[in-house]
């Protein structure tokens, strides 16, 4: 039992992350990574001699499976759907191998690929796992995996945007932001903002949230200052925190998350700001200590 356990929590933290690129739902992932336990736990293991490769193949396909599930019903999501954020600062709990690996960027892209393909592009791109191991994880040949992995590099290449997550050059901007939000500066707001800049918000339908995506910097102005000036605001304490390994703001209410922001730029300027408010989908925003097994 001791090595049955090392091995198991040797691999704990690339099991999540491979996971939760999958599934871009942490809870989800936590329930893959407990179900690969149980599974490597019963298991014959008297001819593995891989154990990571083992449990990446275990945790590959109960996350396929859980995907083609969960993808019925984001068809009936209400308003955009966005990634679970998690914090990743150095000292969150949550077990992600690298920050870089989980950006919401990727997250979002891959979400536009059929799940074969995202298990593809996770194990070969993101994990770079050779050809052979991806193939017997997914129980395909090498040669399919190898057309599967070229279309879905294409199309990740093709559709993931050019800016990238907010870095600590950016955090003094991101303060005066954030100030002329909170103060219904709308000029001020504007000048941070690029003239394509988007507004994601994701209620879920369980909180208050635009059910579109709004474009346009006049507009998302205007709208981030209306919700900065929001009654609910007032209850919520702002910290920034590093959310999917970028500069963001966490939102706390009596002390628990309640809600996030992250922006990514283009140059000096806000290319697209996401707010995570389903309180249904927060998880990841919290301490999350080690899995037990």
Known sequence: MPDLTASFQENRRLLFTVAYEMLGAAADAEDVVQETWLRWSAADRSDVAEPRAYLVRITTRLALNRLRALR???ETY???????PLLTSPDAALPVERAEEVSLALLVVLETLSPLERAVFVLREVFEL???EVAE????DVAAVRQVAHRAREHVRARRPR?????????EATERFLAACLTGDVAGVLAALAPEVELVTDGGGVVRAARRIIRGADKVARALVAFARDETMASMEAFPAEVNGALGVLYLQGGAPVMAAVSEWDG????????FRNPERLAGLRRLTDLSV
């Open 163 to 171: 800016y990238t997550p907010a870095g600590p050059q950016h955090a």
């Open 78 to 84: 209400v308003g955009p759907w966005l990634p679970d």
């Open 72 to 74: 019925r019903s984001r």
């Open 137 to 140: 994880a997914l129980d395909r």
């Open 130 to 132: 050779p050809y052979q």
């Open 268 to 275: 000096d300027r806000l290319a697209r700001v996401m707010v």
